[in-house]
Nanobody, 123 residues
Framework: QVQLVESGGGLVQAGGSLRLSCAAS????????MGWYRQAPGQQRELVAT???????NYADSVKGRFTISRDNAKNTVYLQMNSVKPEDTAVYYC?????????????????WGQGTQVTVSS
């Protein structure tokens, strides 16, 4: 069983900063991609940023230059540093990870999601 637990959401004023964390736990053999997605009310879930185990990073155009994704492989944790936030960044932010688990010498790769953390940016 794998769990992704997010923390760090909250209310912040426009122009401020916030840092999100997501820790993976369970029968983890390896983690390939970790990332953050967000979903605003009435809209589809969208990619914010991803990072591979080798450090390759991808950002949505809307957050480039403002958000920074990083990960600590030893802690199975991914972070999202959000700077210069805007009201349009308001959304529920979800952690996502592609994880290979091991049980009794068998391996399985699946996609996992966290429960989501609310980020609200006031103008």
């Amino acid at each position: 069983q794998v769990q992704l637990v997010e923390s760090g959401g909250g209310l912040v004023q426009a122009g401020g900063s916030l840092r999100l964390s997501c820790a993976a736990s369970g029968s983890i053999f390896s983690i390939n991609v970790m990332g953050w997605y967000r979903q605003a009310p009435g809209q589809q879930r969208e990619l914010v940023a991803t990072i591979t185990s080798g450090g390759t990073i991808n950002y949505a155009d809307s957050v480039k230059g403002r958000f920074t994704i990083s990960r600590d492989n030893a802690k199975n944790t991914v972070y999202l540093q959000m700077n210069s936030v805007k009201p349009e960044d308001t959304a529920v932010y979800y952690c996502n990870a592609r994880i290979t688990t091991s049980q009794a010498m068998s391996f399985m790769t699946s996609e996992y999601w966290g429960q989501g953390t609310q980020v609200t940016v006031s103008s």
